[in-house]
């Protein structure tokens, strides 16, 4: 069974922060896009560094108001953020 593992959210300065797991880099890409504010027309870039490793996935990263399932629980307000990523590439640093 994979494991999860954590990736980093870097800036572009180079800067990070935020830690955010799952088994694979889109999982994890998914959560902060389900953050972010880009939208369809103008998706924001995520870059997500692997923990104990130099490779940084590059993401095409937006959300979007759709409906709620039908079977949703009574607490679920009727319109939810439904978060989409997009992989741009990988990215492979010479140091962290």
Do not use: Y
Not at 13 to 36: H, I, M, W, Y
Not at 63 to 86: C, G, H, Q, T, Y
Request: proline share 6%; glycine share 6%; no cysteine.
């Amino acid at each position: 069974m994979a494991e999860t593992r954590n990736f980093v959210l870097r800036e572009k300065d180079g800067t990070e922060s935020g830690v955010f797991t799952g088994k694979q880099p889109r999982q994890a890409a998914l959560k902060v896009a389900n953050r972010g504010n880009g939208n369809k027309k103008k998706p924001e870039t995520i870059m997500l560094r692997e923990r104990g490793t130099k490779k940084v996935h590059v993401f095409k990263a937006w959300k979007e108001l759709v409906d709620a399932p039908k079977n949703r629980p009574s607490w679920m307000p009727a319109k939810i953020n439904k978060p989409f990523v997009k992989k741009v590439e990988i990215i492979k640093l010479d140091e962290i």
